[in-house]
């Protein structure tokens, strides 16, 4: 299974978006709704932040938000703030329990 | 709020076994509704689905690793764990354990603070 295609970085000024693409195949993005997306900084664990394509877990703001469209999902960071600084993995699940990450996304405020 | 918390050795020898348990704390495993994974990180890298297990024993392995894998659950003391044999230097890696939520959206929502798992002479 090979991982899903994610550009190595994107940026943006404070309060601007940035969108991040995650292209896998009709096999798991394309196939199922169970997209999900998750933040990392430096030396922490990732932290969920969208799931099932376009849904927030409580507490996440919703500066964050998720789409897809054939086998690519995206995510939109709206509204950049400092914090949001970070690594960004998506994640699909593939079938017959299987899941499988994309390559990763790092995430700079300019 | 659930935290999950990895331990066990640090280093390990080519060749031999990885040995990681994961202790649950402000929820049950045996509730049901949840699979309890295990992710890993290499260097500088992406991360990796190494599989899951139910509380019930069931277990699902990532294909490219099955072969070495073995998990198991411990319900009376609410931990589960992972033992990888025959690792090379290219096992060296964060592991991580995470809560995966079955009936909602197949998603990682608790993860540990990651345990670092270096394999070398």
């Known amino acids: 299974q090979s991982a899903l295609t994610q550009p190595p970085s994107a940026s943006g000024s404070p309060g601007q978006s940035v969108t991040i693409s995650c292209t896998g195949t009709s096999n798991d993005v394309g196939g199922y709704n169970y997209v999900s997306w998750y933040q990392q900084h430096p030396g922490k664990a990732p932290k969920l932040i969208i799931y099932?394509?376009?849904k927030r877990p409580s507490g996440v703001p919703d500066r964050f938000s998720g789409s897809k469209s054939g086998n690519t999902a995206s995510l939109t960071v709206s509204g950049l703030q400092g914090e949001d600084e970070a690594d960004y993995f998506c994640n699909s699940y593939v079938s017959r329990n299987n899941f499988v990450f994309g390559t990763g996304t790092k995430v700079t405020v300019l | 709020q659930v935290q999950l918390q990895e331990w066990g050795p640090g280093l390990v020898k080519p060749s031999q076994t990885l040995s990681l348990t994961c202790t649950v704390s402000?929820?049950?495993?045996?509730?049901?509704?949840?699979?309890w994974s295990w992710i890993r990180q290499h260097p500088e890298k992406g991360l990796e689905w190494i599989g899951y297990i139910y509380y019930s024993g069931n277990t699902y392995y990532s294909p490219s690793l099955e072969s070495r894998v073995i998990m198991s659950v411990d319900t009376s003391k609410n931990l589960f764990s992972l033992k990888l044999n025959s690792v090379t230097a290219a096992d060296t890696a964060v592991y991580y354990c995470?809560?995966?939520?079955?009936?909602?959206?197949?998603?990682?929502?608790?993860w540990g603070q990651g345990a670092l798992v270096t394999v070398s002479s």
């Open positions: 402000g929820g049950s495993i045996s509730s049901g509704g949840y699979y």
């Open positions: 995470a809560r995966t939520g079955l009936l909602t959206g197949y998603r990682f929502d608790f």
């Open positions: 099932e394509v376009n």
